[in-house]
């Protein structure tokens, strides 16, 4: 059973440049979250969506930043004219969220954005 | 807001001590989590925690939630290097929540 999926595993973009993040959750899980992770700092909440939902995106930016969950295919986190300061670690997580115990996260190995 | 606190946020002990790792949320929980992040890595999950006053142990580390459902711990006993990491609590009001994250404490091994 394959874990969460991220690609790209890193990602240059120069200043301006269009970045797109995607996350493949592990099979049988409805629910993805995404987090962003400076060095040496903690998960800072981006977005919480289920399948053609966005449940919680208080932790995303207005601007420049959108995230989807379609019915078929991947979660992605996009970023618009990305500046020097979106330079991070983005981490999905997956989450089957059934009664009970469907809290618990399982993240992916992360895509790495460095913005030139 | 809820929000969930961890203390300390770095601790440097040398192998074989023992180690602690404090969580408090503001609200009380549905259940608690822990994760552990390798350097360069991604957060794992170690366990979770739904009963008041639930103690739970893996080899060297035992987790505690708190009677009250607002507060957690993680000890390790006797570190050793492979211990090194960021320890993240997470917890949710209900099931149906969103998971908020704390902090983390990030832990290094003297050898």
């Known amino acids: 059973n394959a874990g969460v999926m991220q690609n790209p595993r890193h990602l240059v973009r120069r200043r301006g440049q269009e970045a797109r993040l995607r996350c493949s959750p ?4 409805s629910h993805v979250y995404w987090y962003r992770q400076l060095p040496e700092e903690g998960l800072k909440f981006m977005v919480y969506l ?6 919680d995106e208080s932790g995303m930016p207005k601007e420049r930043f959108s995230a989807e969950f379609p019915k ?6 996009r970023i618009q004219q990305v500046v020097r300061g979106d330079s991070a670690a983005y981490f999905c997580a997956s989450s089957p969220r059934t009664r009970g115990s469907g809290e618990t996260q399982y993240f992916g190995p992360g895509t790495r954005l460095l913005v030139l | 807001g809820q929000q969930v606190m961890q203390i300390p946020q770095y601790q440097h002990v040398q192998e074989g001590e023992d180690f602690t790792t404090y969580c408090n949320s503001s609200t009380t929980l549905s259940n608690i989590q822990w994760y552990k992040q390798r350097p360069g890595g991604h957060p794992v999950f170690l366990i979770q925690l739904v009963k008041s006053g639930e103690v739970k142990k893996q080899k ?3 987790f505690q939630f708190g009677e009250a459902k607002k507060n957690s711990s993680l000890h390790i006993t006797a570190t050793q290097t ?3 990491g960021t320890y993240f609590c997470a917890g ?4 149906y929540d969103k998971v908020i994250f704390g902090p983390g404490t990030s832990l290094s091994v003297i050898p």
């Open chain 1, 26 to 29: 592990m099979k049988g899980h």
């Open chain 1, 50 to 55: 289920q399948k053609e939902n966005i449940i």
């Open chain 1, 72 to 77: 078929e295919g991947p979660s992605i986190l």
């Open chain 2, 60 to 62: 060297r580390l035992t």
């Open chain 2, 82 to 84: 492979t211990d090194v």
């Open chain 2, 92 to 95: 949710s009001k209900t099931s």
